[in-house]
């Protein structure tokens, strides 16, 4: 069984910063590609960082330059360093992997979300 966890989540004010994690765990043998998504009220779920395995990133316009995703192999972790935060990035930020497990199928996870609120 494999899980993801985020932390770090929380509210800050605007301009501030704020640091994700998120870890994954279980019968795990290799971890693809990793996402960080976010849902604000009455929206629809929205893409806002991607890495490969080899540490790629991408970003959608809204936070390119702002937010940065990394990830640690060895840790089966994933961050999002969060910096010049905005009151529209208020929203529940999300984990998503894609991940064989030791069964080796490939299939795509999701963690339970942090809530991310930024006061104006």
């Known amino acids: 069984q494999v899980q993801l966890v985020e932390s770090g989540g929380g509210l800050v004010q605007a301009g501030g910063s704020l640091r994700l994690s998120c870890v994954v765990s279980?019968?795990?043998?290799?971890?693809?590609?990793m996402h960080w998504y976010r849902q604000a009220p009455g929206k629809q779920r929205e893409l806002v960082a991607s890495i490969t395995t080899g540490g790629g990133a991408s970003y959608p316009d809204s936070v390119k330059g702002r937010f940065t995703i990394s990830r640690d192999n060895a840790k089966n972790t994933v961050y999002l360093q969060m910096n010049s935060l905005k009151p529209e990035d208020t929203a529940v930020y999300y984990c998503?992997?894609?991940?064989?497990?030791?069964?080796?199928?490939?299939?795509?996870?999701w963690g339970q979300g942090t809530q991310v609120t930024v006061s104006s």
């Open positions: 279980g019968s795990i043998f290799s971890i693809n590609l």
């Open positions: 998503n992997a894609d991940i064989r497990s030791s069964n080796r199928r490939l299939e795509n996870y």
